[in-house]
Every structure is written in C-alpha cells, then in structure tokens.
C-alpha cells in the first residue's frame, strides 16, 4: 500500500505568562543552579485561572491549519493528560471552536507519549480510509495538575499546546510518517500518577489530602525508564525505516529533562548537535512537548526540508513510542 499519512502543517500556542526559576526559588525551596543543572530549564509558562487546555489547543491548531493552507480536517485529536473536564472530551469543543463541528473529535491519553500517540492513532485513521485530513493536538495546562508546594514537580512542568496536520499521500512524500513504535507497561502504574479523582481511588465529598488530588512522579525511577525505553524505542523504530543514527539529522524527543534527552542521545550514537531542545524556555510540557518542539524548530529555520527526523516519547502510564519523518516543505510564519 502505498497511502501514508505526511505531515502538512505545524502550529503551537504558549500562555501569556512565563515563570523564571528565581520566581519558583523565592517561595519553594530551590535554586535556579539546582533546577537548570539538574533539568536543563530555566522557565516555563503557566496559564492564567480561567485558561483551559482547550483554549490553548485551539491557538495551536488555528496555527497548524493555517500553515497547511486548510481550514478544515476529518478528524480533530487531542492528546492531553489535563482536559478541560472529566466528561466530554476536549476534541470536540476544539474542533468546534475552529469551525468544524460535525468533524469527528476524541482525546487520546497517554501522558507524556500523548503525542506521539495521537500522531499513530490519526495516521491510522488515514491509512483505513476513514480520514483524509487530520488534526493532531498535544495541549496541556499541567500546572493545574502541580502540588504548588511541591519542588520535586512544580519545577519541571509547564503549559502550552502543539499541533501537527496529516493529509493523505504516498510514502514517497516528504512528510509521511512511519514506521511507528509504541509500547506500554502498567507495572509502573504508580511511578507516575493523580491518585483520586477517578473510579479507583473516588472523591467522596471530602476534601481531598495534597497527596492523593495532586501529580506525584517517583523521579530518579522515572529517570532510568525514561532513558530505557525512549533509547529502545527510538532503536527499534530506526530499525524498522532501515535508518541507521548516523541518518538521523535531528532527534526531537521528549523534553522531560535535558539530561535524559542526553543519555537518549549517547544510547543512539548521536551528538548533542543534533538533538533539538526547547527545555530550557518551556520546560516539560507533557503531551504538547513534542509538537511544540517541532513547530519551534521549523519557525526558527532549525528543520530544513529533506532532514530526517526522530520522535520519541515517554510517559505516565508507563507508556513510549517513537516515529520517524523527512521534514517536508511548510510555509513558515
Ligand atoms: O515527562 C515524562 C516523565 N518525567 C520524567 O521523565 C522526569 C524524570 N525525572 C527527573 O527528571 C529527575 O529525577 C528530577 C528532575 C525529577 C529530579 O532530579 P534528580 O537528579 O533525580 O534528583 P533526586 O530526586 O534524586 O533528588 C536529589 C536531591 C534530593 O535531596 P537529598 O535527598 O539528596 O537531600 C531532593 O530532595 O535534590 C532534592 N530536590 C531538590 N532540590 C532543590 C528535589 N527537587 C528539588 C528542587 N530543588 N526542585
């Protein structure tokens, strides 16, 4: 078969405000030596009360329709680990509120690997012929999910939103996806998690302990699997492209931690050159880290059209996943 889903637009949406380490520093204990030596991050932006995810998905996705020269899609997902409510889902007021309702919308959750998740899902969705255009969102108000007395994750996460086009084309194509890998293991369940909320653990009415209504993430575990599985996934799906490291012009994983994206990097044999990293001014940005990445690195003339390119993620779940593109031609804002 030769359909494949090709990238054909690219747009992110940041909230208005950005939150230096020193502000952090002044009311947690922490430093802005210890959060950049040990993260890489030295801001990240928070959305304003009032500011839901969907507001900052539907920014991202106005800009990744523009750039595709589309004004609408068959299929509109949202991959986000903070919807705006438990029930509905985000996709459809985001699809809505860009003009298309009737359009088919859902939310995909995988945490962190989000993305990478709904890019697999929505080019899935092109090769069986249900779509031939699809939106595909990572957008996040993960501060609304941070213990604000937390050190150990109030200074990784931030907000923000990034979103991706797909249309139909061949495999020929710039910009088709593919091959995908993604994997799961919910042994680690409890690495990463919101205990209460849900129908485990249920809000009975009480107000619910900082503990169980708050992100909790076991960090130095999460550390080690992040590099595990992000290095083995990103190996198997260059396998799987007959790609060897030295055909990758840039790796955009992830922004978990800088120094994370480095090990990634050294398991692979790629130098630090040709890792792409945005950490440091956006910080963790969960399911909206990867497009975000990828919208940063076009605007700024980083990914040049013909460059092959690496994604992986991993996330909550525990979840990974990983896929390759060449950068196709794109307008550029
Ligand atoms: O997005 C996908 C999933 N997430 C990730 O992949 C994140 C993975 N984990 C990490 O990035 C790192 O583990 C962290 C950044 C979360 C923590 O860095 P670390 O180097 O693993 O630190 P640690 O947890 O081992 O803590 C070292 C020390 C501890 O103090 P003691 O016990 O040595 O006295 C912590 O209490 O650093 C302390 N610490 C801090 N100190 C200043 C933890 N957080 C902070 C902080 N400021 N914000």
């Known amino acids: 078969m030769n359909r494949a889903a090709v990238v054909a637009g690219v747009g992110s949406c940041l909230p208005a405000r950005a939150v230096p380490n020193d502000e952090l520093a002044r009311r947690l204990d922490t430093s ?10 030295a801001q990240r932006y928070v959305a304003a009360p009032g500011t839901a995810t969907s507001d900052l998905a539907v920014g991202a996705g106005a800009e990744a329709l523009k750039c595709s020269g589309l004004s609408a899609v068959d299929a509109v997902i949202v991959a986000t680990t903070t919807p705006d409510r438990p029930c509905p889902a985000t996709a459809p007021v985001v699809a809505a509120r860009l003009g298309m309702t009737g359009t088919a919308a859902y939310d995909v959750s995988a945490v962190c690997t989000g993305f990478v998740y709904g890019l697999a899902t929505g080019a899935g969705l092109i090769m069986a012929e249900v779509a031939d255009r699809v939106l595909v969102i990572g957008a996040e108000t993960f501060s609304t999910l941070l213990d604000p007395d937390d050190r150990s994750t109030t200074v990784i996460f931030g907000d923000g939103a990034g979103a991706v086009v797909l249309r139909a084309g061949s495999r020929a194509d710039a910009g088709a996806l593919g091959p995908f ?12 998690t919101v205990p209460a909320g849900g129908s485990r653990q249920r809000l009975s009415g009480q107000p619910p302990r900082a503990d169980e209504q708050y992100f909790s993430m076991s960090g130095k575990e999460v550390f ?3 590099v595990r599985r992000m290095t083995g996934s990103a190996k198997a799906v260059l396998d799987r492209a ?4 030295g055909d990758v012009d840039h790796l955009v994983s992830h922004q978990a ?23 440091a001014e956006v910080g963790n940005t969960a399911a909206a880290s990867i497009p975000l990445a990828l919208d940063q690195a076009h605007t700024r003339g980083v990914l040049r059209p013909g460059q092959r390119v690496l994604l992986t993620a991993f ?19």
């Open 315 to 333: 996330g909550g779940g525990l979840t990974w996943g990983s896929t390759v593109l060449t950068w196709p031609r794109l307008d550029r804002p």
């Open 32 to 41: 802005d030596a210890w959060i950049r030596s040990r993260t890489g991050i």
């Open 242 to 245: 007959g790609w060897s490291a």
């Open 257 to 279: 931690n800088s120094r994370i994206t480095q090990h990634v990097a050294e398991g692979l044999g790629l130098p630090a050159r040709r890792c792409f990293s945005n950490i």
């Open 224 to 226: 080690r699997h992040a």
């Open 181 to 192: 890998d993604l994997g799961s293991d919910g042994e680690g369940e409890a690495l990463i």
